[in-house]
Protein backbone atom coordinates (compact mmCIF):
# COMPACT_ATOMS: atom_id res chain seq x y z
CA UNK A 1 0.00 0.00 0.00
CA UNK A 2 1.27 3.73 -0.38
CA UNK A 3 2.40 5.57 2.75
CA UNK A 4 2.65 8.52 3.79
CA UNK A 5 2.71 11.31 1.16
CA UNK A 6 4.79 14.93 2.25
CA UNK A 7 5.53 17.79 0.16
CA UNK A 8 7.77 19.81 -0.68
CA UNK A 9 10.36 17.69 1.14
CA UNK A 10 12.24 21.23 1.61
CA UNK A 11 11.85 24.68 2.26
CA UNK A 12 13.76 27.39 2.88
CA UNK A 13 12.05 30.39 3.76
CA UNK A 14 13.29 34.06 5.69
CA UNK A 15 11.28 35.21 9.16
CA UNK A 16 7.89 36.21 8.49
CA UNK A 17 7.79 34.47 5.34
CA UNK A 18 4.87 32.10 5.79
CA UNK A 19 5.10 28.84 4.60
CA UNK A 20 2.49 25.92 4.04
CA UNK A 21 3.21 21.78 4.31
CA UNK A 22 0.75 19.28 2.78
CA UNK A 23 0.37 15.45 3.66
CA UNK A 24 -2.01 12.79 2.24
CA UNK A 25 -2.56 10.11 4.79
CA UNK A 26 -2.63 6.41 3.63
CA UNK A 27 -6.16 5.88 2.53
CA UNK A 28 -8.52 5.16 5.12
CA UNK A 29 -6.63 6.35 7.80
CA UNK A 30 -8.80 8.24 10.24
CA UNK A 31 -6.59 9.91 12.45
CA UNK A 32 -3.63 12.32 11.31
CA UNK A 33 -0.92 13.66 13.41
CA UNK A 34 1.29 16.57 12.26
CA UNK A 35 5.25 16.60 14.16
CA UNK A 36 7.68 19.10 14.88
CA UNK A 37 10.87 17.24 15.25
CA UNK A 38 13.68 20.03 16.42
CA UNK A 39 17.32 18.58 15.25
CA UNK A 40 18.76 16.15 17.96
CA UNK A 41 15.07 15.66 19.16
CA UNK A 42 12.12 13.28 19.24
CA UNK A 43 9.02 14.46 17.26
CA UNK A 44 6.56 16.53 19.09
CA UNK A 45 3.27 16.21 18.19
CA UNK A 46 1.71 19.27 17.25
CA UNK A 47 -1.80 18.46 16.20
CA UNK A 48 -3.89 15.66 15.78
CA UNK A 49 -7.22 15.10 13.86
CA UNK A 50 -9.91 12.32 13.84
CA UNK A 51 -11.16 12.40 10.22
CA UNK A 52 -11.81 15.81 10.05
CA UNK A 53 -12.32 17.28 13.35
CA UNK A 54 -9.15 18.36 15.71
CA UNK A 55 -8.63 15.93 18.76
CA UNK A 56 -5.54 17.44 20.16
CA UNK A 57 -4.11 20.56 19.51
CA UNK A 58 -2.34 21.44 22.98
CA UNK A 59 1.14 22.11 21.74
CA UNK A 60 0.14 23.89 18.50
CA UNK A 61 1.21 27.67 18.71
CA UNK A 62 -1.93 28.94 17.77
CA UNK A 63 -0.40 32.53 17.05
CA UNK A 64 1.28 31.32 14.12
CA UNK A 65 0.21 28.04 13.42
CA UNK A 66 -2.79 26.77 11.81
CA UNK A 67 -3.63 23.27 10.30
CA UNK A 68 -6.80 21.84 8.77
CA UNK A 69 -8.03 18.68 7.37
CA UNK A 70 -10.37 19.01 4.40
CA UNK A 71 -13.26 16.20 3.99
CA UNK A 72 -11.10 13.99 6.57
CA UNK A 73 -8.04 13.10 3.94
CA UNK A 74 -5.60 15.23 3.19
CA UNK A 75 -4.04 17.99 5.50
CA UNK A 76 -2.01 21.33 5.65
CA UNK A 77 0.11 22.80 8.05
CA UNK A 78 0.73 26.59 7.93
CA UNK A 79 3.24 28.27 9.54
CA UNK A 80 2.69 32.63 9.70
CA UNK A 81 5.14 34.41 10.35
CA UNK A 82 8.17 32.12 10.46
CA UNK A 83 10.46 32.64 13.33
CA UNK A 84 13.85 31.42 13.38
CA UNK A 85 13.08 28.45 15.70
CA UNK A 86 10.40 26.96 13.78
CA UNK A 87 13.79 25.77 11.49
CA UNK A 88 12.58 21.97 11.95
CA UNK A 89 11.63 18.76 10.22
CA UNK A 90 7.67 18.43 10.23
CA UNK A 91 6.51 15.03 10.34
CA UNK A 92 2.63 13.69 9.42
CA UNK A 93 2.00 10.74 10.36
CA UNK A 94 -1.77 8.35 10.02
CA UNK A 95 -3.18 5.40 12.05
CA UNK A 96 -6.28 3.72 11.46
CA UNK A 97 -7.77 4.85 14.44
CA UNK A 98 -7.84 7.22 17.11
CA UNK A 99 -7.53 4.21 19.90
CA UNK A 100 -4.48 3.14 21.20
CA UNK A 101 -2.44 -0.01 20.30
CA UNK A 102 -2.25 1.06 17.01
CA UNK A 103 1.10 2.30 15.29
CA UNK A 104 2.08 5.23 13.43
CA UNK A 105 3.12 5.12 10.25
CA UNK A 106 4.79 8.56 9.01
CA UNK A 107 6.08 10.07 5.89
CA UNK A 108 9.50 11.58 5.29
CA UNK A 109 8.97 14.83 6.28
CA UNK A 110 9.16 18.48 5.15
CA UNK A 111 12.69 20.25 6.39
CA UNK A 112 12.46 23.77 7.14
CA UNK A 113 15.27 26.12 7.44
CA UNK A 114 14.02 29.89 8.49
CA UNK A 115 16.89 32.22 7.87
CA UNK B 1 7.99 18.24 27.13
CA UNK B 2 9.83 14.76 26.77
CA UNK B 3 7.92 11.63 28.22
CA UNK B 4 10.89 9.36 27.57
CA UNK B 5 14.26 9.28 28.23
CA UNK B 6 16.64 6.82 26.25
CA UNK B 7 19.80 6.04 27.68
CA UNK B 8 22.60 5.86 26.61
CA UNK B 9 22.36 9.17 23.70
CA UNK B 10 24.92 7.50 21.57
CA UNK B 11 26.36 3.97 21.47
CA UNK B 12 28.68 2.62 18.74
CA UNK B 13 29.30 -1.40 18.26
CA UNK B 14 30.22 -3.74 15.59
CA UNK B 15 28.81 -5.84 13.70
CA UNK B 16 27.36 -9.06 15.35
CA UNK B 17 27.35 -7.68 18.82
CA UNK B 18 23.90 -7.13 20.94
CA UNK B 19 22.95 -3.59 21.49
CA UNK B 20 21.00 -2.70 24.05
CA UNK B 21 19.38 1.00 24.44
CA UNK B 22 17.18 2.10 27.35
CA UNK B 23 13.67 4.34 27.94
CA UNK B 24 12.45 5.87 30.92
CA UNK B 25 9.00 7.81 31.51
CA UNK B 26 7.69 9.13 34.13
CA UNK B 27 3.51 8.59 33.86
CA UNK B 28 1.26 5.59 33.43
CA UNK B 29 1.11 4.15 30.10
CA UNK B 30 -1.31 2.09 27.97
CA UNK B 31 1.51 1.13 25.55
CA UNK B 32 5.47 1.97 24.94
CA UNK B 33 6.38 2.03 20.92
CA UNK B 34 10.15 1.69 19.69
CA UNK B 35 10.64 3.61 16.59
CA UNK B 36 13.91 3.71 13.91
CA UNK B 37 14.57 6.52 12.48
CA UNK B 38 17.35 6.78 9.35
CA UNK B 39 17.60 9.27 6.24
CA UNK B 40 16.85 6.35 3.98
CA UNK B 41 13.24 5.68 5.61
CA UNK B 42 12.39 7.99 7.79
CA UNK B 43 10.54 6.93 11.04
CA UNK B 44 9.54 3.43 11.29
CA UNK B 45 7.53 1.34 13.85
CA UNK B 46 9.44 -1.69 15.07
CA UNK B 47 7.24 -2.99 18.27
CA UNK B 48 4.35 -2.12 20.34
CA UNK B 49 4.33 -3.37 24.33
CA UNK B 50 1.05 -2.70 26.71
CA UNK B 51 1.26 -2.29 29.56
CA UNK B 52 -0.07 -5.61 30.82
CA UNK B 53 2.86 -7.19 28.84
CA UNK B 54 6.56 -7.90 30.27
CA UNK B 55 8.29 -9.01 27.18
CA UNK B 56 8.22 -9.03 23.71
CA UNK B 57 9.92 -10.57 20.71
CA UNK B 58 10.22 -9.17 17.18
CA UNK B 59 12.97 -11.03 14.85
CA UNK B 60 16.25 -9.80 16.11
CA UNK B 61 14.58 -7.35 18.58
CA UNK B 62 13.62 -8.26 22.35
CA UNK B 63 11.42 -5.39 24.28
CA UNK B 64 11.11 -5.55 27.98
CA UNK B 65 8.98 -3.32 30.30
CA UNK B 66 8.94 -2.69 33.71
CA UNK B 67 6.02 -0.64 34.83
CA UNK B 68 6.81 -0.69 38.26
CA UNK B 69 10.26 1.17 37.61
CA UNK B 70 8.74 2.85 34.51
CA UNK B 71 11.38 1.65 31.98
CA UNK B 72 11.83 -0.25 29.18
CA UNK B 73 14.36 -1.30 27.23
CA UNK B 74 14.89 -2.65 23.34
CA UNK B 75 17.47 -5.13 22.34
CA UNK B 76 18.90 -5.60 18.86
CA UNK B 77 20.63 -9.03 18.22
CA UNK B 78 23.15 -9.92 16.25
CA UNK B 79 23.33 -6.26 14.91
CA UNK B 80 23.66 -5.09 11.11
CA UNK B 81 25.40 -2.39 9.57
CA UNK B 82 21.86 -1.44 8.27
CA UNK B 83 20.88 -1.00 11.69
CA UNK B 84 22.07 1.90 11.82
CA UNK B 85 20.00 5.00 12.84
CA UNK B 86 18.31 6.69 16.12
CA UNK B 87 15.96 4.52 18.32
CA UNK B 88 13.20 6.72 19.75
CA UNK B 89 10.97 5.06 22.42
CA UNK B 90 7.24 7.09 22.73
CA UNK B 91 4.53 6.35 25.00
CA UNK B 92 1.38 6.65 25.22
CA UNK B 93 0.09 7.80 28.37
CA UNK B 94 -2.80 6.49 30.47
CA UNK B 95 -4.83 9.68 30.70
CA UNK B 96 -8.66 10.61 28.93
CA UNK B 97 -8.69 6.98 28.08
CA UNK B 98 -6.35 5.25 24.83
CA UNK B 99 -6.03 8.23 22.85
CA UNK B 100 -2.91 7.16 20.70
CA UNK B 101 -1.47 10.14 21.20
CA UNK B 102 2.56 9.39 21.64
CA UNK B 103 4.87 11.27 23.75
CA UNK B 104 7.86 10.36 22.04
CA UNK B 105 11.81 10.30 23.93
CA UNK B 106 14.79 12.00 23.16
CA UNK B 107 16.74 9.23 20.94
CA UNK B 108 19.32 7.52 20.88
CA UNK B 109 21.85 6.94 18.27
CA UNK B 110 23.12 3.51 17.31
CA UNK B 111 26.04 2.94 14.78
CA UNK B 112 27.27 -0.06 14.11
CA UNK B 113 30.84 -0.71 12.58
CA UNK B 114 31.19 -3.00 9.59
Known amino acids: EAGVAQSPRYKIIEKRQSVAFWCNPI?????LYWYQQILGQGPKLLIQ????????DSQLPKDRFSAERLKGVDSTLKIQPAKLEDSAVYLC?????????????FGPGTRLTVT | SQQGEEDPQALSIQEGENATMNCSYK?????LQWYRQNSGRGLVHLIL?????REKHSGRLRVTLDTSKKSSSLLITASRAADTASYFC??????????????FGTGTLLAVQP
Open chain 1, 93 to 105: ASSPRRQSFFEQY
Open chain 1, 27 to 31: SGHAT
Open chain 1, 49 to 56: FQNNGVVD
Open chain 2, 27 to 31: TSINN
Open chain 2, 49 to 53: IRSNE
Open chain 2, 90 to 103: ATDAAYGGATNKLI
